[in-house]
C-alpha cells in the first residue's frame, strides 16, 4: 500500500518590518578614507609575510611604511617639477608669516618631505 506523504506546513510568523540597517557616522570616525593599490602575486606574499613579521595589523603597518620609512626617488622632469611646485607655495605662505607666525604640520611635513627626496638624490645626509 501506497502511503501518502503528508507535507509539512509551516508558517512563518509575521514580524514587524526589518529594521533598515544603522549606518556608520562617517563624521566621528577617526579613519574614514580608504586607499588602494594593486600589487602581483608575488609582492603581495612578500608584504604578508613582512606584516606577518611585524606583529602589526594591516592598516597600521601600511600607515607606518608610508609615513616613517626612508623615500627612494629617481629624480626626473615630473618630481622636480612637483617640487618646485610646493616650494613655491610654501614660499608664499613663508612671506605672509606677518599675519601668522606659524606654518601649519601640513607645511612643515611636506617641507620634511621635500628635504629628504633631495637629500637621497644628491647623496647627503639631512
Not at 610654501?90 to 629628504?116: A, G, N, V
Request: glycine share 2%; hydrophobic share 35%.
Amino acid at each position: 500500500m501506497k502511503q501518502k506523504m503528508q507535507k509539512s506546513r509551516i508558517y512563518k510568523i509575521q514580524t514587524e518590518e526589518p529594521k533598515p540597517k544603522k549606518k556608520k557616522n562617517e563624521k566621528n570616525r577617526k579613519r574614514n578614507v580608504f586607499m588602494n593599490f594593486r600589487v602581483s602575486e608575488t609582492e603581495r606574499e612578500l608584504i604578508e609575510k613582512r606584516i606577518a613579521l611585524s606583529g602589526m595589523t594591516k592598516a597600521e603597518f601600511f600607515i607606518q611604511s608610508c609615513l616613517y620609512q626612508a623615500i627612494l626617488v629617481r629624480g626626473n622632469i615630473r618630481t622636480f617639477d612637483k617640487i618646485r611646485e610646493r616650494l613655491s607655495a610654501i614660499e608664499s605662505k613663508i612671506s605672509e608669516m606677518e599675519k601668522s607666525p606659524e606654518l601649519t604640520k601640513e607645511d612643515l611635513l611636506e617641507l620634511r618631505t621635500i628635504t629628504e627626496m633631495l637629500a637621497f638624490i644628491y647623496k647627503r645626509e639631512i
